[in-house]
């Protein structure tokens, strides 16, 4: 099979030395098979066959899933899916784990369309997804992943100024992005900035190029791998969503989860207020129509230059800015989305999934009397108004910003 993939200098741009950097400049597949013929991807039953060997052959499997689109148990369940999930994974697999069970228990699981996102690829991460048998499952995956790139951007390539080097310096000793730190004075870490990046590209992926995605009016909710759902979580969907109809038509968004624990879930579980989008509140269990993702891609080169590199930070940013009318989301206040992971990007040692497993189990026999309400409740309705906050930095670089805005172009 012969693979091809664009490479681009990146001069004077950049104001510093020459960088030779992989950007492919749209997230169409750019793979041609030798034995290939000429016309749209076909969804297939059989999964793609991953050679998890050196990185340009992982590549060469990412490429090819990504062109493939295999949905795994589309003979088994055929028809459109009644719901779309989106999961983020990196590399927490026992977490991973667990969201599934949780979804394996939920109600009318068998509709759902379950699409994995994936940036760090393994076969144990591979074998897990795989195992599923209770719904359709579809694997798509961030081409652009540092594990791709060990030592070249978007990885971090040796020749990167080090985080805490001041400019002055950093220009003496000639390093690749100099004259690009961020607002505080820091130089990129291609592991803080990778999230960010994973976010955009799958947000762009999902609605413009997943084949199963083509006719889907309904949102899709984005995922994490250390959440964990309720068994009524489908059916809380569908309450929102008749709810938005009636009482909420300007509702940008759902959020299914908050990041409360369930002490009080009996007395909250039919209870929803309006308010405006907060990252630290709506980004778990959020759901996004492609309405509101078309917002957003209209504010694609404002996304991908504010130096924050969290996404929900900047999206918090957007809204009431590059978004003219606030976003404005209807939320559950009893939540169908739990988190349970006790690792990620800033918390790497003493992670404990079997811990995780027992807060869960013991929240929900404490919330299990709670669980399918008749109806909805409005518990309270707050304006939507933009909600300025102090940016945290960590995306300054200019290759960050040019390959992060490529993902929505159609070249």
Request: glycine share 6%; with cysteine; charged share 20%.
């Given at each position: ?360 189990e013991d929240s929900l026999q404490k919330a299990k009397e709670g669980l399918f309400p008749q109806s909805l409740v409005l518990n309270g309705a707050e304006a939507a108004e933009h909600k300025a906050h102090m940016k945290n930095g960590g995306w300054g670089d200019v290759r960050d910003h040019i390959l992060c805005k490529n993902y929505a172009k159609r070249l």
């Amino acid at each position: 099979m012969r693979f091809r993939l664009l490479k681009k200098n990146l001069l004077a741009l950049l104001g510093v030395s020459v960088i030779v950097v992989t950007l492919l400049f749209s997230t169409r597949v750019l793979i041609v098979s030798d034995n290939d013929t000429s016309g749209p991807p076909v969804l297939q039953v059989n999964m793609v066959k991953f050679n998890f060997g050196s990185p340009s052959e992982l590549t060469q499997s990412v490429y090819s899933g990504n062109y493939k689109q295999c949905v795994h148990n589309a003979d088994k369940f055929p028809g459109e899916p009644q719901l779309v999930l989106v999961v983020q994974v990196h590399n927490r697999p026992e977490y991973l784990s667990l969201l599934i069970k949780s979804l394996e228990k939920a109600a009318e699981v068998h509709s759902f369309l379950l699409i994995f996102s994936h940036d760090y690829f393994s076969e144990e991460i591979n074998s897990i997804v795989q195992g599923i048998t209770f719904c359709k499952v579809l694997q798509i995956y961030f081409p652009f992943s540092t594990q791709l790139y060990p030592s070249e951007f978007p990885g971090q390539d040796p020749r990167d100024c080090p985080r805490d080097i001041a400019k002055d310096n950093a220009i003496k000793t000639g390093c690749l992005n100099a004259e690009h730190p961020d607002s505080y004075g820091h130089y990129r870490e291609a592991s803080i900035t990778q999230t960010k990046h994973h976010w955009w590209w799958k947000l762009h992926f999902v609605w413009e190029r997943v084949q199963a995605m083509q006719g889907y009016s309904g949102f899709a909710i984005f995922l994490e791998e250390d959440n964990y759902i309720l068994p009524d979580f489908f059916h809380f969907y569908k309450s929102m969503i008749e709810f938005r109809k009636s009482s909420c038509p300007d509702c940008d968004m759902l959020a299914l989860g908050n990041h409360n624990d369930l002490a009080d879930f009996t007395k909250q579980t039919n209870k929803v207020l309006t308010t405006g989008w907060m990252s630290t509140k709506h980004n778990i269990g959020m759901a996004i129509s492609r309405e509101v993702y078309y917002k957003l891609m209209g504010c694609n080169n404002e996304f991908c230059t504010y130096d924050d590199y969290n996404w929900d930070w900047t999206l918090q940013h957007l809204s009431g800015t590059c978004v003219s009318k606030a976003l404005k989301v209807l939320v559950a206040q009893g939540s169908r989305v739990l988190h349970t992971g006790d690792c990620g990007l800033h918390q790497k040692q003493n992670c404990r999934p079997e811990w995780a497993l027992q807060r869960v189990e013991d929240s929900l026999q404490k919330a299990k009397e709670g669980l399918f309400p008749q109806s909805l409740v409005l518990n309270g309705a707050e304006a939507a108004e933009h909600k300025a906050h102090m940016k945290n930095g960590g995306w300054g670089d200019v290759r960050d910003h040019i390959l992060c805005k490529n993902y929505a172009k159609r070249l």
